[in-house]
């Protein structure tokens, strides 16, 4: 079983839909989750950083953890066509200095 | 807040010869920086953790002679890519951490998409 599991998509939604996009992890012992965008040809880009169960609100992101589930969650509101891209989750254990991502999420916002 | 920059954006060199990329915070301290490798719809790949003012830690398969990683100041760390053949061809990222705070994420460049002809 692999580390982090993400499904790769494509994921296609029209202009204004909610978006989820999700992750799954083996290892309890992660405890901090991240969230980047990375569009075509450029870097990643970091979106939301938690390390709590719950959920973390930024705008129109909302980042959600379930530790016991081992399950996060990034939720786009009101989704835009500049939201096209991909999504990549990453996580960390306390000790490590590594990031694992997953394989990322290709989104098509359609105006 | 929080910048890194990558530079080159993009080489087209010949075969054999050695490309240097640079990856620089310009408005942080980075103790650790990291060098990932990118295939085209495929994610980031760790290749090596780079410390300041100390050898590089390589990832499992990447060789440590082909892949130079120099972190001489806290501020910039330095990717060379010796004697790059065809195969070498893909997109470098480099990411780069504050120092100080083990646990604050990383920050990315925008990566060096390197051709070898």
């Known amino acids: 079983q692999k580390e982090v599991e993400q499904d790769p998509g494509p994921l296609s939604v029209p202009e204004g839909a909610i978006v989820s996009l999700n992750c799954t992890y083996s290892?309890?012992?992660?405890?901090?989750f991240m969230w980047y965008r990375q569009y075509s040809r450029k870097g990643p880009e970091l979106l939301m950083y938690?390390?709590?169960?719950g959920n973390k609100e930024d705008g129109r992101f909302t980042a959600q953890v379930d530790k016991s589930s081992k399950y996060i969650s990034l939720f786009i509101r009101d989704s835009q066509p500049s939201d096209s891209a991909t999504y990549l989750c990453a996580i960390k254990n306390q000790a490590g200095t590594a990031l694992i991502f997953g394989k990322g999420t290709t989104l098509s916002v359609s105006s | 807040g929080a910048v890194v920059s990558q530079h080159p954006s993009w080489v087209i060199c010949k075969s054999g010869t050695s490309v240097k990329i640079e990856c620089r915070s310009l408005?942080?301290?980075?103790?650790?920086m990291f060098w990932y490798r990118q295939f085209p719809k495929q994610s980031l790949m760790l290749m090596a953790t780079?410390?300041?003012?100390?050898?590089?830690?390589?990832e499992q398969g990447v060789e440590k002679d082909k892949f130079l990683i120099n972190h001489a100041s806290l501020t910039l760390s330095t990717l060379t890519v010796t004697s790059a053949h065809p195969e070498d061809s893909s997109f470098y990222i480099c990411?780069?951490?504050?120092?100080?705070?083990?646990?604050?994420?990383?920050?990315f460049g925008d990566g060096t998409r390197l051709s070898i002809l």
């Open positions: 990411s780069a951490r504050m120092s100080g705070r083990g646990n604050q994420p990383q920050h």
């Open positions: 290892n309890s012992a992660f405890q901090y």
């Open positions: 780079s410390n300041e003012g100390s050898k590089a830690t390589y």
């Open positions: 938690t390390y709590s169960s």
């Open positions: 408005d942080f301290q980075a103790t650790t």
